[in-house]
């Protein structure tokens, strides 16, 4: 399965109740682990996917590999714009992520 399908699945089974986001971390073509955002209790992302994926990232680490997020709608569940916040996209540099590609309203993917 593309990384891309990956990402949408996880973002499918994202139990957030507003924002159903799901990352996924890629190095050399494999996928090296999936996360999904948590809800902190407040009508927001709460926890992001891409910082709960860096939080501990693989033996294989972060460094040059990419993440892929995306964003499902939950009153429709179409595929929705996952740009990652600063915060994150700041932490993923940090840690030597190469790109960052996510979905956009329109169902496409953007870096």
């Known amino acids: ?6 990402a949408i699945n996880a973002a ?4 957030h109740p507003d924002f159903k986001l799901g990352a996924v971390l890629v190095k050399h073509r494999q996928v090296l682990d999936v996360k999904t955002n948590i809800n902190s209790g407040t009508f927001s992302p709460g926890v992001c996917a891409e910082t709960r994926l860096l939080k501990n990232p693989p033996r294989a680490g972060a460094y040059n590999a990419t993440i892929y997020v995306a964003r499902v709608r939950r009153s429709d569940g ?3 714009m996952a740009k990652p916040c600063s915060k994150c996209a700041t ?3 940090s840690r030597g992520i190469n790109k960052i590609f996510f979905t956009t309203d329109g169902g ?4």
Request: hydrophobic content about 30%.
């Open 1 to 6: 399965m593309k990384p891309e399908e990956v």
């Open 12 to 15: 499918r089974k994202s139990q």
């Open 78 to 80: 179409r595929i929705a």
């Open 91 to 93: 932490s993923a540099r």
């Open 108 to 111: 496409e993917w953007d870096y």
